[in-house]
């Protein structure tokens, strides 16, 4: 059974940097497009970054030119690097995992989640 882990989400500061980590168990890690998704309070789960295998990677406006998604095949892991954050940022990130070639971004066409961390950005 796949499982999905993620770490990495704290409180920051404003204009901080923060990497999270996402590790896949239970399957063929290359078999999957990777992505990270949020979800504020109040609001609904969010697209934020995938990467296919190939490392075809696609981002949200939101966070284009200050978050950068990356993985590892060897080491079954997706990882999401944040930097500049603010306020609006603040949300828990989830991990997804769908089986296939292409990059979509709706939560729906993902198989596999998390179980999310929370990052909190403080202004």
């Known amino acids: 059974q796949v499982q999905l882990v993620e770490s990495g989400g704290r409180l920051v500061q404003a204009g901080d940097s923060l990497g999270l980590s996402c590790a896949l168990t239970g399957d063929t890690f290359s078999n999957y497009v990777m992505a990270w998704f949020r979800q504020a309070p109040g609001k609904e789960r969010e697209f934020v970054a995938a990467?296919?295998?190939?490392?075809?990677?696609y981002y949200a406006d939101s966070v284009k030119g200050r978050f950068t998604i990356s993985r590892d095949n060897t080491k079954n892991a997706v990882y999401l690097q944040m930097t500049s954050l603010k306020s609006e940022d603040t949300a828990i990130y989830y991990c997804g995992a769908r089986y296939g070639l292409m990059i979509v971004t709706t939560t729906s066409s993902y198989n596999y989640w998390g179980q999310g961390t929370q990052v909190t950005v403080s202004s």
């Open positions: 990467i296919t295998n190939k490392e075809s990677k």
